[in-house]
């Protein structure tokens, strides 16, 4: 807390009791995360977290859905994935969506390739065109 941070987020395997002691123990919000639709949200809530945090990989949107059903005062972030999973996962109930962007490294990666076959397909346009032009020598 005393240095800047909002909130402490917690790993769905936490037990309540740690909840509840790290709820007592400090100020921001304790943002517990939820795996399924199945967890005990309301002993989760009483433990002392403050919002949830869903991450479902591709069945986010759906416990999202089911989790807003139940509870729909609850505040719940949800992780992102592509445009149309986040659309989804808003569209369910989701109040924030949290994102992780591709790295540097992956997105350079990325733009080196697409400049690498630019290239390439350049090249074999080139020869494709000095051959032609040399075969049209050969006939003259």
Do not use: C, H, W
């Given at each position: 807390?005393?240095?800047?941070?909002?909130?402490?987020?917690?790993?769905?395997p936490v037990d309540n009791e740690t909840i509840?002691?790290?709820?007592?123990?400090?100020?921001?919000?304790?943002?517990?995360?939820?795996?399924?639709?199945?967890?005990?949200?309301?002993?989760?809530?009483?433990?002392?977290?403050?919002?949830?945090?869903?991450?479902?990989?591709?069945?986010?949107?759906?416990?999202?859905?089911?989790?807003?059903?139940?509870?729909?005062?609850?505040?719940?972030?949800?992780?992102?994935?592509?445009?149309?999973?986040?659309?989804?996962?808003?569209?369910?109930?989701?109040?924030?969506?949290?994102?992780?962007?591709?790295?540097?490294?992956?997105?350079?990666?990325?733009?080196?390739?697409?400049?690498?076959?630019?290239?390439?397909?350049?090249?074999?346009?080139?020869?494709?065109?000095?051959?032609?032009?040399?075969?049209?020598?050969?006939?003259?």
């Open positions: 807390e005393q240095l800047g941070a909002f909130g402490v987020v917690l790993n769905s509840t002691g790290l709820r007592n123990l400090i100020e921001i919000p304790v943002i517990v995360t939820v795996v399924s639709e199945d967890t005990d949200i309301e002993a989760r809530m009483r433990a002392g977290a403050s919002m949830i945090n869903v991450s479902g990989a591709e069945r986010t949107p759906e416990i999202v859905r089911k989790i807003r059903e139940k509870y729909p005062k609850i505040t719940i972030i949800a992780t992102g994935g592509l445009t149309e999973s986040i659309r989804e996962t808003i569209k369910a109930g989701a109040d924030a969506i949290t994102y992780t962007p591709p790295s540097s490294i992956s997105m350079i990666a990325d733009k080196t390739a697409l400049y690498r076959s630019r290239e390439n397909a350049a090249a074999g346009s080139a020869r494709v065109t000095e051959e032609t032009s040399s075969d049209v020598q050969k006939t003259e």
